[in-house]
């Protein structure tokens, strides 16, 4: 990801300066409100963007608040313990698929002797995941196992949904 970094940066000038060059030029012989409204626009969408390509909190926060009662449901379906013929969970009713990447549930192991809901928001190849994770209760630190990631709650939501991410003490490394 680091090395396509430059490149993004390098591509997000160069829009920029040509979105500059176009409201310029949108700006002879107009009036003068629609280009402070159209650069506040922009602003808001290019930063916007951003934010959410460097805090994947940020847009997990933000899914989260719009996909709530989803979750809520989520939450509310019968899950059996992981066995090996379930490891990626077992199949969300079709007007939930939405939630997760997968269109599954999965309990990922147990936290204060209660299972632990996930629903993943990232599945990678051949292993790993990251996610929401649906406790009863405040959740032990971890690690838990997302698909073969060790994965820790790190953004608590609502409801007892966390965001289950990278473990911060395993990345310090």
């Known amino acids: 990801m680091a090395a396509g970094l430059p490149l993004f940066a390098l591509v997000l000038l160069i829009s920029i300066a040509v979105f500059a060059f176009a409201v310029w030029q949108a700006n002879r012989d107009v009036q003068r409100w629609p280009l402070p409204a159209a650069a506040a626009l922009a602003f808001v969408g290019i930063a916007g963007s951003i934010a959410f390509i460097v805090s994947p909190q940020a847009t997990a926060w933000?899914?989260?608040?719009?996909?709530?009662?989803?979750?809520?449901?989520?939450?509310?379906?019968?899950?059996?313990?992981?066995?090996?013929?379930?490891?990626?969970?077992?199949?969300?009713?079709?007007?939930?698929?939405?939630?997760?990447?997968?269109?599954?549930?999965?309990?990922?192991?147990?936290?204060?002797?209660?299972?632990?809901?996930?629903?993943?928001?990232?599945?990678?190849?051949?292993?790993?995941?990251?996610?929401?994770?649906?406790?009863?209760?405040?959740?032990d630190p971890g690690p838990y196992v997302g698909f073969g990631d060790d994965i820790c709650p790190t953004l608590e939501l609502d409801g007892g949904w966390w965001w289950l991410g990278p473990c911060p003490e395993l990345t310090a490394e």
């Open 62 to 139: 933000t899914r989260f608040r719009l996909e709530h009662p989803a979750f809520t449901a989520v939450a509310e379906i019968e899950v059996p313990q992981r066995r090996q013929d379930n490891y990626y969970g077992v199949p969300l009713p079709s007007y939930l698929c939405f939630v997760s990447v997968n269109c599954k549930v999965a309990v990922i192991g147990t936290s204060n002797g209660h299972p632990v809901r996930f629903v993943p928001d990232y599945v990678g190849t051949p292993d790993g995941a990251t996610g929401y994770g649906h406790f009863s209760g405040r959740p």
